[in-house]
């Protein structure tokens, strides 16, 4: 994994954010009007905020994505983390992860919180190994496939 690089979003890459995406949660689950929103339009809804989204760059081709989605001051939300299927169990997640978190602290964030669901077992066992904790009260109803959400706490607001 030496030639991986993490990068930040480049209009060249913006298919590539919404193809990463399509693949996992349309073998899982259905595209929600949510998911629509936030791949077909990050500018809006992502980088014209203050976020951020991250690419994992390996040999010259988008492998991993990750999205920094601020909601409110201090408070961002991991969104649309996506490795592609052929280069999974390499680190590249927890790679993307790391920058992701790193991202928030640069912002003094105090929190960074993700929805997912619990038939993701791979993606609840990188979030917990960065520090993610489950949380019960998951107040959060944009996806029908969203039962389970995860904080990490930075730091005080």
């Not at 492998?63 to 201090?74: D, L, N, S």
Request: aromatic share 10%.
């Amino acid at each position: 994994m030496n030639d991986l690089k993490i990068v930040a979003y480049q209009e060249q890459y913006k298919l590539d954010f919404e193809l990463l995406n399509r693949q996992w949660i349309e073998e899982y689950f259905e595209m929600e009007e949510e998911d629509l929103s936030i791949l077909q339009n990050p500018h809006s809804y992502v980088l014209e905020k203050n976020g951020e989204i991250f690419f994992a760059i390996k040999g010259g081709k988008v492998v991993g994505t990750a999205a920094m989605v601020p909601t409110e001051i201090g408070i961002f939300e991991l969104a649309k983390m996506a490795v592609e299927k052929n280069y999974q169990n390499h680190g590249i997640g927890k790679q993307l992860l790391k920058r992701c978190i790193k991202f928030a602290k640069e912002r003094e964030a105090s929190e960074i919180f993700l929805i997912t669901n619990d038939i993701l077992k791979p993606a609840l066992n990188l979030y917990l190994s960065c520090g993610f904790e489950l949380n019960e009260q998951n107040d959060d109803n944009r996806y029908l496939r969203g039962n389970t959400k995860m904080n990490l706490i930075l730091g005080e607001k």
